[in-house]
Each structure stands twice: as C-alpha cells, then as structure tokens.
C-alpha cells in the first residue's frame, strides 16, 4: 500500500509505504495507492479511557469490551491508557483488529470512596504502597488510585490518603517500574500526590496557581479529561443532599478551561483523555481535542497531544520507518477545525485499513 500527503508533525508531503504492517519510507513495488492526498497522523491516543465498564455503569462482558474498543479504533484512537478497569482486557492483545491497550490494573480507592465495586477498597491506607506494587505488576507500567472523593460524613472532596502513605506508595510504584497516576477533582488532594513524585494527575480540576508551578517543578502530566468534566453540573444537580459539594463542583467546572489554559501556559504537558466508559461513551476523542483546542491549546497543539507527544510520552512510535503501521488519514487539514476532525478518511491499525467516515452523510 502507498500513500502520499503531508505527513505530522513534520508538515512536509511524503510518500510513504506499508508493508506486512510496518512503515517504510523505500517504496515497496507494485504498491497500490490509497491516497494522492491528505493529512496522515500518528495513530490517536485516549490517555484516559475505560475499555471494560459499561456505559451507565457496571462490568462490560467480553464482547462489550471489544466494541468499546471498535468504536475507539474507528474514532482513530489507536492507543487507549487505560484509567483503571474492572475487568481484566488482557485478552484484547490478541486481537490484532483492536487498538493496543496500555493497562492500569484497577482503581485503588478506600470504602465509600469512589464509584461502587470499580476498584479495590482498602480499610487500612497502610495496605496502599503493597496494593500499588502488586497492580504494577498486573498493570501494563501504569497504577491508577483515586486521590479524593466526596466525602459524605462532611459533604465535600476529600483527599483519600495521607501525604506521608502517597510517598511510599508512588516509591513503591516506581520501583516496580510502574508510573503512577490518580484521579483527582479537587484542591487539597493535590500538594500530597505532587509532592509525592505522581507522575499524572487525571482532571486536576483544582489546580490553582500554586499547585500549577509543583507540577511544573516535579514534571507531572495532566490529562484534563475535559468531556467528563463537562458533566459536573450534572453531578452537581443530582447532589441535593450536599449543598456545599454541588457548590464545589459547579465551581470547578465554572473555571476548567482557565485552568488548564493556566496549566499549558505555565508548562504542565498535557494529554487528550475523554473518560470514556460509565458516563461517558466511548468514541470521542474528536470532542477532546477540540475541547482543548477551546481551553487555551493551539489546534495545533491539541492534537500533538491527541498523537505524536502523547505516544512519545507512551514509548510509542509515530510515522517513522519500521514503525507499526498505526495512522490516521484526513481529507482537510485535521487542525483546521471540528469537520475535519470528525471526518477521518481511513483509519490504519497495523497496516488494516478501516473505512473512515463520510463528511457529509457520516456514514462509514
Ligand atoms: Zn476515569
């Protein structure tokens, strides 16, 4: 298979060939050409996505996972970190039709303090630095824990864990090789996870300007997670029982695209994740990156951290020789807005072209 058109991020027009699913840029005789022209970007990453619970909530089954996985491969999102799954996807490796799943093992919360049956609960937080090395190793290099959480008993966020006990379990973490990563909403939970050595922090909606400059001197990621934030007025209206955490909620949401536009511009690299899976369904990292494009990002930049940086930020390659043959093909400049985003013209995942979809009836 042949291909020409500009190239990302390189922004040059090339040739390029597939052959037995791998990049080469010698061509490769008899070749057939599926495209003259286009845009060809390095496969799509969701940075923070759920193959494994099923919209609405609950445990997805075998064939739910993969058509999760099927509806993000034909999005383009070829690589998906996982955030955390209550289902072991392991057997999706085999499955040279869906994208590569980087795994996280499962949530680690305490009782009453996350989503109900996600993740494992601990009663005592000094099981947590034990619980992290052993999720490590279930993991693919990545251990989600969730950093805080309503608390009921005083109606507001709180964080989970004490600083002293984040410390041993992100050293513990990373002396398993693991990177680390936790779900945080709110303001207090943040000094401790940063302070910690976190490698990420998911949402990160309470980031102020203080909590923005330790992530700059620690290098911490942030994955906004933008489309569920969205969601929080939702949340906010079904918490009628605590007044003072809808109020929180409804603020955060309020001022999300400031802070992660303060985020950006201060340094924190960031990475698209839309947090698919439960209230967010799966297929939309189109709306993220445009989503950042609109929190301070360039379109440019946006989707750099939908692709290119998000994989080397992953250990994955993009367009290079030999590389895997993970890229998706767009009609109009990807960059030039949200149409030409949603209009992939092919999808290829490891040299298996998928039929992208049609600008103007939507239609594969
Ligand atoms: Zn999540």
Same mark, same amino acid.
């Given at each position: 298979m042949h291909l020409r058109g500009v190239v990302l991020p390189g922004d040059e027009v090339r040739d390029l060939w597939v052959r037995d699913g791998v990049i080469s840029f010698e061509p490769v005789r008899d070749a057939e050409t599926l495209c003259a022209t286009g845009w060809i970007v390095p496969g799509l990453v969701?940075? !923070?996505?759920?193959?494994?619970?099923?919209?609405?909530?609950g445990h997805e089954d075998r064939d739910g996972a993969i058509a999760q996985a099927e509806v993000e491969r034909d999005a383009g999102a070829l690589l998906l970190r996982d955030? %955390?799954?209550? @289902?072991?996807?392991?057997? @999706?490796?085999?499955? !040279?039709e869906l994208p590569k799943i980087i795994r996280a093992g499962r949530h680690i919360a305490r009782p009453k303090?996350? @989503? *109900?049956?996600l993740g494992i609960e601990?009663?005592?937080? *000094?099981?947590l630095p034990d619980i992290v090395a052993e999720q490590a190793r279930f993991g693919d290099g990545w251990v989600k824990i969730v950093g805080d959480w309503i608390d009921r008993s005083v109606g507001d966020l709180r964080p989970l864990w004490s600083d002293a006990i984040l410390k041993e379990a992100i050293d513990a973490a990373h002396r398993e090789g693991a990177r680390v990563t936790a779900h945080v909403f709110g303001e207090d939970a943040l000094p401790g996870l940063i302070n910690a050595g976190i490698d990420c922090l998911e949402? %990160? =909606? %309470?980031?102020?300007d203080d909590t923005i400059e330790m992530m700059v001197e620690h290098g911490t990621a942030l994955v906004p997670t933008l489309v569920n934030i969205d969601t929080f007025p939702d949340i906010a209206d079904s918490a009628t029982k605590f007044p003072v955490y809808a109020a929180h909620m409804r603020d955060l949401h309020r001022r999300v695209r400031d802070t992660v536009a303060n985020a950006h511009a201060a340094g924190v690299p960031i990475y698209t994740g839309t947090d698919a899976g439960g209230s967010i369904r799966h297929g939309r990292i189109a709306d993220e990156i445009d989503a950042l494009a609109g929190a301070g990002l360039s379109r440019h930049e946006a989707l750099a951290a939908a692709s290119w940086r998000a994989r080397e930020w992953l250990g994955r390659p993009g @367009?290079?020789? %030999?590389?895997?043959?993970d890229f998706v093909v767009y009609r =109009?400049?990807?960059?030039?807005g949200r149409d030409a985003l949603d209009a992939p013209a092919y999808v290829v995942l490891r040299g298996r072209v998928y039929p992208g979809r049609d600008p103007v009836t939507g239609h594969r």
């Open positions: 969701d940075a !923070h996505c759920h193959v494994g619970i099923r919209y609405g909530g955030a %955390g799954s209550p @289902i072991d996807t392991r057997f @999706i490796d085999d499955h !040279h303090r996350y @989503i *109900r049956e601990l009663d005592d937080e *000094r099981d949402h %990160g =909606t %309470g980031l102020t @367009i290079e020789d %030999g590389a895997p043959a =109009t400049d990807p960059r030039s």
